[in-house]
């Protein structure tokens, strides 16, 4: 086989190989290796394709030389050049490489793959260096190039490589500050009092305040808010500059913080009339692009997007696409490397047929579009299929992605319930990603373990910046609540349910400020947390802000000798054992504990301090 003669011939080794196929006269003929071609019959070798190029085995023409991955062209005779900094080309038959996403970076030339900046930091498409990636508010670049939570007592307001900044004397501040305002003696535990436990990622000892409401006067500029001021979600930058409140009168409210107070009350307000837009209307989720570029909005029956080339363009003027139409569309939000998920409820027929199979029948999806050319200035890429995660028996409602790009949470309409999705690796599709109900016991109003909790009507979600907690607008029980695990546990199903404001009892009562326990919540509906953990909540005709959740100091454990108050800087009890007893530590990875023992105090084992 693979070979041919003339007609009437009476020897083997009249017998050549074919094009593709080479070998002696006689056999046997074996295609072309990969990356070789030839385009003649006969006894001649494969001829070679360019160091840039390479072909499937069996090649018969030159034209079947195609780039190599990391390089980009026509192939051919003439070759493939290698993808610059900033640039990869993953796949064969490359034309263009591609720019790495904004979050992303490539150092050397002619790569396959860009590298993912570290956690908690960004950067501009076609990042050629690490050191593009800049670090979040309240995060600093520390050895490993890793960008590392300002610890207690230290915050950091702007973006980039620079270093964490001591609060003033006689002050501390939270994990990850993000402005000196976030300092104050106040977070200051005292002797013999308590101490702030770094177990617990958000609190509900801080306090409820009103930012905005209708016909309310706007506390910086005099603004009179709309007496049909509605809001219905928010969303913040990743930077935590400003947010954006979308509102049922076809307004966007968008409260920029100054350089001089990082407080949301001392903020400026912009609003923005899309009252004419009839395409944006009913402005039910809305979501910022990592970048701050894109806003999206699903309105019930499309997702469209607001695109702008620069943060200095006005959103009046942006440029407006509409991504998906004539569907039932939930929430959105955007993942770290600038994808956008949304929720839907009817099946797409441009479905990749790759991922078609585990497409359920109900159409229930988190869909996730990928922006062209890594901008969504040009709308979806069409060189990439539509990619969806099927969810048997699920409703998904609201969905809320994790900064490192590892998660993404939704909720489950079906069973007023809480769902994760997760992968280990970012380079791996989500399609294999394993899908884990964390919240499915049905209507009801229970804190605790996850695996025991009840929400009611959940509606919006969000997902912290440190990802440790997913926190939910519980609107049935005019509630934020809050999913999180430990900083000691990767584990959601180690995570426990804990309710931040609001709750069942409110039911019929007007709003009102106060305390997070006392607080008066009325129809929660969108939510959004800043770097610092101050939570935004759109609640009925109001924007109210669940303010300083982490700095409240609790108790050390009956066993601890109460330490000095720097110890809420570092963020844990100093324990000692008393005359007669040992340190010991737990064999299943829990804290040491005391344990009887001959031994004197002072003799006690490491990790306790002795009383001199």
């Known amino acids: 086989g693979n070979s041919s003669s003339p007609f009437a011939s009476t020897a083997l080794v009249s017998c050549v190989c074919d094009v593709g196929f080479s070998g002696p006269h006689d056999g046997p003929c074996l295609p072309c290796q990969a990356g070789k071609y030839k385009n003649s019959s006969g006894s001649l070798g494969c001829t070679a394709c360019l160091n840039s190029t390479t072909s499937i085995p069996g090649s018969i023409s030159v034209s ?3 780039c190599k991955p990391g390089y980009a062209g026509t192939g051919g005779f003439v070759g493939c050049s290698p993808c610059s900094p900033g640039y990869v080309s993953g796949s064969t038959g490359m034309s263009v490489c591609e720019a790495c996403p904004f979050g992303s970076y490539q150092d050397a030339e002619g790569g396959t793959a860009c590298e993912s ?8 498409s076609a990042s050629t260096s690490i050191f593009n990636c800049s670090c979040f508010r309240g995060y600093e670049l520390t050895d490993g190039a890793v960008c590392t939570a300002c610890t207690r007592g230290k915050y950091k307001n702007t973006t980039g490589t620079q270093q964490c900044l001591d609060c003033p004397e006689g002050q501390a501040s939270a994990v990850a500050s993000d402005s000196v305002d976030d300092c104050g003696a106040d977070r200051i535990c005292q002797p013999g009092d308590e101490v702030y436990s770094p177990q617990i990622p958000v609190s509900n000892l801080g306090t409820v305040t009103t930012l905005m409401r209708s016909s309310l006067s706007w506390v910086k500029t005099g603004h009179l808010m709309s007496s049909s001021f509605q809001p219905r979600d928010v969303t913040l930058s990743k930077t935590g500059e400003y947010a954006i409140i979308a509102s049922d009168d076809n307004q966007l409210y968008i409260l920029n913080r100054t350089s001089s107070s990082r407080e949301w009350a001392q903020s400026t307000v912009q609003v923005v009339n899309l009252s004419t837009t009839t395409t944006l209307q009913p402005m039910l989720y809305i979501a910022l692009s990592p970048d701050s570029l894109t806003l999206a909005i699903s309105s019930g029956t499309r997702v469209t997007t607001l695109h702008r080339n620069n943060t200095a363009v006005s959103w009046a003027t942006a440029q407006i696409s509409t991504l998906v139409s004539g569907v039932q569309v939930f929430g959105l939000d955007f993942g770290h490397d600038g994808s956008l998920l949304f929720c ?3 099946t797409n027929s441009t479905v990749d047929s790759s991922v078609s199979n585990i497409v359920n029948n109900t159409g229930a999806f988190i869909e996730i579009f990928y922006p062209k050319a890594n901008t969504w200035a040009s709308g979806p890429a069409s060189e990439h299929a539509l990619k969806v995660v099927g969810l048997p028996e699920m409703q998904p409602m ?6 490192d790009g590892l998660f993404f949470a939704f909720i489950d309409g079906n069973v007023h319930g809480v769902s994760v999705v997760s992968r280990t690796s970012t380079s791996m599709s989500w399609t294999s990603a394993s899908v884990l109900r964390l919240i499915s016991n049905g209507n009801g109003y229970i804190n605790g373990l996850v695996e025991a909790a009840r929400l009611s009507s959940p509606t919006y979600l969000t997902v912290t910046l ?11 029980n005019n509630a934020v609540r809050m999913i999180s695990r430990t900083l000691t ?7 426990e349910v804990l309710t931040l404001a609001g709750g069942p009892d409110s039911a019929g009562s007007a709003s009102s400020d106060g305390s997070q326990t006392s607080a ?14 101050k939570v935004m909540v759109v609640d009925d005709i109001l924007l109210r802000l669940l303010n300083d959740t982490m700095s409240g100091c609790v108790p050390c454990p009956s066993d601890s000798l109460i330490p000095r108050s720097e110890y809420y800087i570092s963020g844990s009890c100093d324990y000692r054992c008393s005359a007669g007893s040992r340190d010991v530590q737990d064999p299943l990875g829990g804290p040491n504990f005391c344990e009887l023992d001959a031994l004197p105090v002072d003799q006690s084992c490491s990790g306790f301090s002795t009383i001199q």
């Open 520 to 533: 008066v919540l009325n129809q929660t509906k969108g939510l959004a947390a800043d770097s610092n953990l």
């Open 489 to 495: 546990s990767s584990s959601w199903t180690d995570g």
């Open 398 to 403: 609201d969905v809320a992605a994790s900064s």
């Open 117 to 124: 900046c570290p956690t908690k930091s960004n950067s501009s």
């Open 344 to 346: 839907s409820n009817s």
């Open 466 to 476: 440190d990802d440790l907690s997913i926190l939910i607008s519980d609107t049935g």
């Open 64 to 66: 079947a030389c195609v």
